[in-house]
Each structure stands twice: as C-alpha cells, then as structure tokens.
C-alpha cells in the first residue's frame, strides 16, 4: 500500500472514529453520563442525574442553600399499567436518554415501553425569576390500538424531609366559592406521626381546597405544591414512618383515574409544580404570586391598567327587566364613580342559550349601549354562562332539543328551565358540543364589540349520563371537560388578543393554577358582602396574588351595617380587583357618591400600581365579624404599603397593630386616609415590634393607613 493510500485511509479512519467519537458524545451527554442535570428558579433549584440506566431525581433545594429536601435520590415514579382489549398490561419503562434546551430551562426526559408500544416523556421546567420548578408528562400511544391509561401522578415526592428538631406545619385552603364565611378558610396541623391529609380539587364545590399546599419548617423555610389544572384531583400529603421528619407529597389525578387513549393520540398528565422557599408562609406566597403574574397569567393588552376597575349591572335599575336607556344609565354612573370597564350581567338576553341582545328590551341590539361606553372612554364587558342549554326558538340559539347528545342529563318531552341562568349543561368533553362553543364564543366578542368577557357557572361539568362521549368511566368526566373548556378558552383569546377574560364560575368554584392561565382575574367569593370578601382574600391570598382575585360588592343587600355604600364595604374588596355591583344606586346619597369616587381615586393612584408586584402579610386573625382584621400590603419595588384595617361588630375602640416584612433600620413616613393614626414617622424595627395603636370610633368602620419608606 503507497504512503498515499496509507494517509487516505487513516484520514477516512480518524474521520468516521469523529463521528462516532461525536455520536458517543453526545449519546453520553443525553443520557446524562457526563454530568448532572441543573434547573433553577431564583427560589428553586433540582439536580438530575442518570444511574444505571436511570434518572434520579438527586437534589431539591432553596436556590443558593445546602440543605436537600430529598432523604434520598428518587426515582421517577411512572404509569404501572395499561389495558389493551380489556387485557391489563404491566408496564416496563425504558429510559431513552434526555434532551435539555438551550437556555438550561427545560429537561425532557423520554422513555419507551416495547409491549405495547408507547413512549413517555417526563419534562422538568424551570423558568427565570421567583418561584416554583414545573413537571408534567405526556404519553403516546404508538400501539395501534386503544388504550386504557390507569392513573399517572403529576408529581410525586416521595422522600421529603425535614431538620430534626424543627416542627413542621401544613397549610392549605379551601376556596370559598358560593360564600367564603360557610365554604371557605385558612387550615393548618403539624407534620406529625399521623399525618395523612387528601386534599380533593372539584371545579363544581366552591368548599373544595384549593390544589396547592405547603409545609413550613419553623419560621426559616418551606416548601409548596400545587397543580396547574381545573379537574378533579387530589394532592395526597402524609408522614412515611413514625419520624415526623419524614414525608411525601403527591400531585395530580386521582388513584382510581383510568381514560381510554385512541391510537396516535397522547395523554397528558396536567403541570403540577414544586417550589422552595426562606422565611414564613407569607414569604412562599410571594414567590408564588410573582411566578403566577409572570408566567401563568394570559398576557394583558398594552393599553389597559390592571386590574381594572369593573362595573357590574345585575341587580340595579330593573334587573332582567331593564331597558336600553336604563343600561345606559348604568354606564353613565360607571364613568361618574371612575370605573372603567362596564358589564352587563346576567340581565340582557331572552334566555339561558339565546346570547343575543333582548329584541323585546333592546330592539337596537347592543349598538347603542357599546357606542356610548366606548366613546365614554371605557371598556365593554358582558355575562354569558355558554355551556347553559335551553329552549330558545331562534335558530342561533342553543336550544337543547337540537342537541340532546350534548347535554350532561337525559331531558323528558316537556323539560323546561327551571330559571334564567340555571338551565341545563353541555359537555365541552364532547367535540360537537366544545366547537360550538368555540364559534358562539368567537361571535359573541366579535358581534358585540367586546373588551372583556365574564363567563359563569359552570364550564366544567362532574356528571353526566351520556355514553357517546369522551369519558367512558366517570372519573375521567371532568379531564375531559376541562380540556375542552380549556381549547374554547385558548382560541377566544388567540383571536382576539386583547381580550381580556373574567371566570366567574359560580363565584370562585373554579380557583386554581390551570384557570388562572386561560383566565385574567378569578372570582373570589359568590357572596358580595363586607365579611365574605375579606374572609375570601385573607384565605385566597395565601396562594394567589390580590390582582387576579375579582371582588364584588352589593351595597344593602346581606347587611345593613357592614354593607351600606360606605368606605368600610368599598375597601373590603380594595385590598384585591374590585368590581362594583350596585343595587340600589338611586337612593345613594351626595355623600355615597362622593365616597365611592373618592375610593376609586385612590385605588388608581395608590392601590393598583403596588398590585403589580406586592408581598402580602397576613398580620391579624382571619375576619370573623368580631374581632379587629387586617391586612398588610408592601410594594418592595415601590417601597410604599397599605394597611388595611377594619373594626367590625365589636365595642374595642382601639387596636394595636405590628406590621411585617419592613426593614428594622429603615424610616417610615406613616399616614392614614381617615387619621385612625397621627401623622408620623417611626422605624421599621418600631412598626414590627411595637406597632400602631390605631383607633377607630364606631362599630363597622375602617382605614387605609399608607406607609412610604424615607430616601
């Protein structure tokens, strides 16, 4: 062989030993050979790493701390069977290697399983700024036929620990849908020997907790979960021996959850999420709601403040009664009290299914009403409950015994609705019914020249006796019915980007991490008075921020002491997005007028621009109608926070009062709105541990006390 053949060859050699040098390569460094896998927030970090063929979940830990959450690595925990044909096939997960994006923000780890066919995909996230780490999966079907999945947790930590010597507590909250005084709180125990806490997530029971929990260790750390999804699930928490140190927390669908998966298709087991956090409970939830206003939030439109101030017609002027001219009679008062969005509720169409315009009430459609709000300056918003079925003759309507397929019961020959927006459902599982939906949706912004949309009770059905759609075994129902709730709610905003989205559900039936990405504000509570709207926001704050939380107000509706169209029931919903619901606004006087003007400018100039980035001190008792209540609002960025304070039915004149969350050494200008407190400056270290002394003079009064930290 000549020298030059010899060269050639060693060339082609070495050339195809790069390659495979290269594919080794790279093979290794997916499969996690050459080093551990990193994702972290500015709270958060988790460490992978592959052994043996396997990924192990090493290390989750405060971002920047030592100490590991984890006793030891674990193992991800993956779907154990399926059925084919009725047949129970166990499953043999094969790791596949990994794939981590270029920002280092995403580990996707791929598993295959031969018999039958099917791959899985385990994908971490961890995104830039305050909060938690995300994980969800997904499952195809590859096997040619269909499947029936069992349950596939969307988080499962099964080996937490914590310091020995350190209590530990738990806490979680219900969501006070229907009234936030019978259906809501705050709950907490201690981690302790017997602990085991199931906590189920129903979209249709406003007493149902809230998916997300967390556990505090001491005064220093904690830690929380929650699932960024709407169906029925459940997050199963509980000590795994007799030392209390030792725990497991596990996220998503229920234990008997099983749906069939056709051929081709994926299964998506929904994003739960796990975050890390240094100091209180008050101190997690900060990292949650910024992880919620940054990342989970749909985007707002550039031109509109949030949270905006909205006015809601229901009650006022005549009800379903009312008349074109009465309508805008509303909005006129809606731009005299400096609100900005104007809704008309549930008052406006003939009936549940039929979402046009009265022809009886308002022979000129919705023309006249959005000109004048519009050219007022304001933004138009309307009720519609679009999964409401009813008996409407007008071709467009849905009428329900067109689609009798689509309704989640069985109607007999001479059904009628019992009421005007509680009428029979449909269920968004089922795809004729779901692209309806879709269209009427799409037709109603677009014909009705809508800014803002509010839709109610409910969109996410837990019953339903068809046998022709998606959900075979009941438990899977609401799956489905959230995904196609979900699609609707997607496709409105892709078409219309600037619309801006309310959930009503009933009044805060739906509160969760999944709603609050096809949704901008949530409906606190469904009991529009003083005390419930406290008590729901003292509760809802723990895992979402003051702005995505919609409160309403009836002036003289549930009481007549807490509820008169006074500063104490207007501030009672200030402390989050605040939507008005007068009732009875043609006996307010001269001075109810003034005073609710007054509020609005100062919830523009002072309360929504701290909206926007706020940790929230839950610094007295839940509200309870007795005892002294208050909440303490600071703006890190602003450097400015408000007190709100309340002294309801009881005969104490005076309440001393220790702020949190405020810098010792720092200097604070101190004023209050209705001079509860003199004018004053005082230390950080002062407010904390001394306090106010604030005095108020009669029963069911208030104040807004504003602190500014000096330059």
Request: aromatic residues 10%; negative net charge; charged residues 25%.
């Amino acid at each position: 062989m000549s020298r030059t053949v010899r060269v050639a060859a060693l060339v082609v050699v070495a050339a195809q030993w790069l390659v495979w040098a290269s594919t080794a390569a790279a093979r290794s460094e997916r499969q996690g050979a050459a080093k551990p896998w990193r994702l972290a927030t500015d709270d958060t970090e988790i460490v992978f790493s592959a052994k043996g063929g396997t990924p192990l979940l090493e290390a989750m830990r405060l971002t920047g701390r030592q100490r590991n959450w984890l006793s030891s690595p674990l193992k991800e925990s993956l779907m154990k069977s399926v059925a084919v044909d009725g047949a129970v096939k166990e499953l043999n997960w094969r790791f596949e290697g990994a794939d981590l994006d270029a920002k280092g923000e995403q580990l996707d780890l791929h598993y295959s399983n031969s018999s039958p066919k099917l791959s899985l995909d385990s994908v971490w996230r961890a995104r830039p700024g305050h909060g938690p780490a995300e994980h969800w999966l997904t499952i195809t079907n590859d096997s040619g036929h269909t499947i029936t999945v069992t349950q596939q947790e969307s988080l499962a930590l099964t080996d937490l620990t914590v310091p020995a010597k350190e209590s530990a507590h738990a806490w979680w909250i219900n969501r006070g849908g229907s009234n936030a005084s019978r259906e809501g709180g705050t709950f907490t125990v201690t981690v302790d020997p017997d602990f085991n806490q199931i906590l189920v997530s129903d979209p249709t029971d406003g007493s149902s907790p809230v998916p997300w929990m967390a556990v505090q260790v001491g005064e220093d750390e904690g830690l929380y979960v929650g699932w960024e999804f709407s169906g029925i699930g459940t997050i199963h928490a509980k000590t795994t021996s007799t030392d209390p140190t030792r725990f497991e927390m596990r996220v998503g669908v229920a234990a008997d959850f099983k749906t069939d998966i056709a051929a081709g298709a994926t299964f998506l087991a929904p994003p739960a999420f796990v975050g890390c956090y240094r100091g209180d409970i008050d101190d997690g939830s900060y990292t949650l709601h910024r992880f919620i206003l940054e990342k989970l939030l749909p985007p707002l439109p550039p031109d509109q403040p949030y949270p905006t101030l909205a006015y809601n017609l229901y009650l006022d002027v005549g009800g379903n009664k009312a008349s074109e001219s009465e309508v805008i009679s509303s909005a006129a008062l809606c731009k005299l009290l400096g609100f900005e969005t104007f809704v008309p509720d549930a008052m406006w169409y003939p009936k549940d299914g039929d979402w046009r315009w009265d022809p009886t009430r308002f022979p000129r459609g919705e023309g006249p009403i959005e000109q004048y709000t519009h050219q007022k300056g304001m933004q138009l918003g309307l009720w519609v409950a679009w999964t409401h079925g009813g008996d409407s003759s007008d071709p467009g309507a849905l009428n329900i015994f067109r689609h009798p397929d689509w309704a989640t019961e069985k109607l007999k020959p001479d059904w009628k609705p019992e009421d005007i927006n509680w009428s029979t459902l449909i269920d968004l599982g089922f795809d004729p019914a779901r692209d309806w939906a879709t269209k009427e949706v799409a037709r109603i912004i677009g014909d009705y020249h809508l800014d803002y949309l509010k839709h109610d009770y409910t969109p996410i059905v837990t019953q339903c006796v068809q046998t022709n759609h998606r959900h075979r075994y009941g438990v899977d129902l609401s799956y489905w019915s959230t995904l196609g709730y979900y699609h609707v709610m997607e496709a409105a905003k892709q078409r219309y980007p600037n619309l801006v989205l309310e959930g009503c559900s009933g009044g805060g039936h739906i509160k969760d991490f999944g709603y609050i990405k096809r949704v901008h504000y949530i409906v606190t509570t469904d009991t529009l008075s003083a005390l419930p709207d406290r008590q729901s926001i003292y509760d809802s704050t723990f895992a979402f921020p003051p702005a995505v939380l919609m409160a309403y107000t009836y002036e003289n509706f549930y009481n007549k002491d807490s509820d008169r169209p006074r500063p104490f029931l207007w501030r009672s919903a200030m402390m989050s997005a605040w939507q008005i619901d007068p009732t009875h606004s043609s006996n307010w006087s001269p001075e109810d007028v003034a005073g609710a003007r007054r509020a609005t400018e100062i919830y523009k100039s002072w309360i929504r621009p701290m909206l926007k980035d706020l940790q929230v001190h839950h610094i007295l008792p839940r509200p309870d109608d007795l005892h002294w209540d208050g909440m303490f609002y600071w703006s890190p960025g602003l450097k400015r926070g408000t007190l709100y304070i309340f002294r309801p039915n009881n005969d104490q004149a005076t309440q001393r009062v220790r702020l949190k969350g405020l810098a010792a050494d720092a200097r604070y200008r101190v004023r209050a709105e209705d001079g509860s407190v003199p004018e004053q400056v005082c230390s950080g270290n002062d407010l904390m541990k001394r306090g106010l002394k604030i005095g108020l003079p009669q029963k069911y009064s208030s104040d807004l006390i504003y602190l500014e930290q000096s330059k």
